[in-house]
């Protein structure tokens, strides 16, 4: 199989295939949540695609009509983040400074559940965190996901566990530095 990665667009066919993409993914165990795509759609929209150092790529198959078949985006993680002002509670004190004072984050990724396990998600991921400036990324996902495996193939260490507001399940936070040349 031949795959394209390029920049998630704004709108259009392109980033309406990348919502359902990301629908098909999240609508399957352990998520079972079919309208999390609207919710990444409204996310991306109104505030996400605004935030320091956004990127969103997408991974389409020129011989199925460029169908995206994965999608990942990511930003800074700066205080008054949603997500970042709830983890640094919740972690350990002595992970703070290094983690959490100017890290990337790597905040949405889905493969079609068809093309999982085919390294879409490792391309997407690569993809995205090359030539990244900042000293390293931090994500979370379910510990009832298998996700964590392909984050520890790539590098990233588990830095702790939390549970989300109204979350019945626990989440890894998971990290990686960056080797920067000097």
């Known amino acids: 199989m031949t795959l394209e990665v390029s920049v998630l667009p704004d709108e259009g066919l392109l980033f309406n295939s990348a919502i359902h993409c990301y629908s098909e993914a999240f609508s399957l165990p352990p998520y079972s949540d079919p309208k999390r795509g609207e919710e990444v759609h409204a996310r991306l929209q109104s505030t996400h695609k605004y935030i320091d150092g956004f990127q969103a790529f997408i991974a389409t198959?020129?011989?199925?009509?460029?169908e995206v078949i994965g999608m990942c985006y990511g930003y800074k993680s700066k205080r008054g983040q949603w997500w970042h002002d709830t983890v640094k509670q919740k972690l350990t004190e002595?992970?703070?400074?290094?983690?959490?004072?100017?890290?990337?984050?790597?905040?949405?990724?889905?493969?079609?559940?068809?093309?999982?396990?085919?390294g879409i998600g490792t391309l997407?991921?690569?993809y995205l965190l090359d030539k990244r400036t900042e000293p390293g990324c931090v994500l979370s996902t379910r510990t009832d996901s298998q996700a964590h495996e392909l984050y520890e193939r790539l590098g990233f260490s588990t830095l702790g566990?939390?549970?989300?507001?109204n979350s019945t399940v626990p989440y890894y936070i998971m990290g990686k530095t960056f080797r920067h040349k000097i």
Not at 61 to 66: G, S
Not at 161 to 165: D, G, K, L, R, T
């Open 124 to 126: 997407l991921i690569n």
């Open 94 to 118: 002595s992970l703070l400074p290094i983690w959490f004072d100017s890290a990337y984050e790597l905040v949405e990724i889905a493969v079609q559940p068809k093309e999982q396990g085919r």
């Open 161 to 165: 566990q939390i549970e989300f507001n």
């Open 61 to 66: 198959d020129p011989a199925a009509n460029y």
